[in-house]
């Protein structure tokens, strides 16, 4: 096969699995709170999400809060404005990250987890606010969780070359970035 035909043949793949993830989620995507709430909890195993709370995060930044939890754990249904399902389940310290992001302010110095175990869709694993695909391409993670926080910049042997792209090994997202953050496959 001919480098054009195989790079002609990738490319329509590329584009033939954007369109299905974009389709499917549009069918999937949560409308009501209940099916939110479901969607959140299959960010993280169920031990975890089970007493969680769920919020669902608004355009602006802002939260509603879908149910209170009891063990201090966060679950965020699936952000529609992503192609993706990436609902996630995270710890204190990791929505404090989160806030901090939305909010383009600088993170506190804490280490924090996330579960998303649905996987991940990202415009761009350089740019964290980027609203459309790095050269036409997103960055997909399957199923992982992440380390976030300013110290995690300091850990050494996770991939940086910021390919990222259909990641399956640990690396390295928004390096360099106040959001740099490690993101780890689970499966
Ligand atoms: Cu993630």
Same mark, same amino acid.
């Given at each position: 096969?001919?480098? @054009?035909?195989?790079?002609?043949? *990738?490319?329509?793949?590329?584009? @033939?699995?954007?369109?299905? #993830?974009? /389709?499917?989620?549009?069918?999937?995507?949560?409308?009501?709170?209940?099916?939110?709430?479901?969607?959140?909890?299959?960010?993280?195993?169920?031990?975890?999400?089970?007493?969680?709370?769920?919020?669902?995060?608004?355009?602006?930044?802002?939260?509603?809060?879908?149910?209170?939890?009891?063990?201090? %754990?966060?679950? !965020?249904?699936?952000?529609?404005?992503?192609?993706?399902?990436?609902?996630?389940?995270?710890?204190? #310290?990791?929505?404090? %990250?989160? =806030? *901090?992001?939305?909010?383009?302010?600088?993170?506190?110095?804490?280490?924090? @987890?996330?579960?998303?175990?649905?996987? /991940? %869709?990202? @415009?761009?694993?350089?740019?964290?606010?980027?609203?459309?695909?790095? /050269?036409?391409?997103?960055?997909?993670? /399957?199923? =992982? !969780?992440? !380390?976030?926080?300013?110290?995690?910049?300091? !850990?050494?042997?996770?991939?940086?070359?910021?390919?990222?792209?259909?990641?399956?090994?640990?690396?390295?997202? %928004?390096?360099?970035?106040?959001?740099? =953050?490690?993101?780890?496959?689970?499966?």
């Amino acid at each position: 096969m001919s480098t @054009f035909t195989c790079q002609t043949s *990738a490319l329509l793949l590329s584009v @033939f699995i954007e369109t299905m #993830s974009v /389709g499917a989620t549009q069918a999937a995507a949560p409308k009501t709170d209940a099916a939110k709430i479901e969607n959140a909890m299959t960010a993280a195993p169920p031990a975890v999400s089970r007493n969680a709370s769920v919020v669902e995060m608004n355009e602006d930044g802002s939260m509603k809060e879908l149910r209170k939890g009891t063990n201090g %754990w966060t679950c !965020v249904p699936d952000d529609p404005s992503t192609p993706g399902n990436d609902p996630m389940c995270l710890d204190p #310290s990791a929505m404090e %990250w989160l =806030h *901090a992001y939305l909010a383009k302010s600088p993170p506190p110095d804490k280490i924090g @987890f996330i579960y998303m175990l649905q996987g /991940g %869709w990202d @415009f761009s694993n350089l740019d964290p606010y980027a609203t459309k695909p790095d /050269g036409g391409k997103a960055t997909i993670t /399957g199923p =992982h !969780v992440m !380390v976030v926080g300013p110290g995690v910049k300091k !850990v050494p042997g996770y991939d940086r070359t910021g390919n990222g792209v259909n990641a399956r090994i640990p690396y390295v997202m %928004w390096k360099d970035t106040p959001y740099e =953050h490690l993101m780890i496959p689970v499966r």
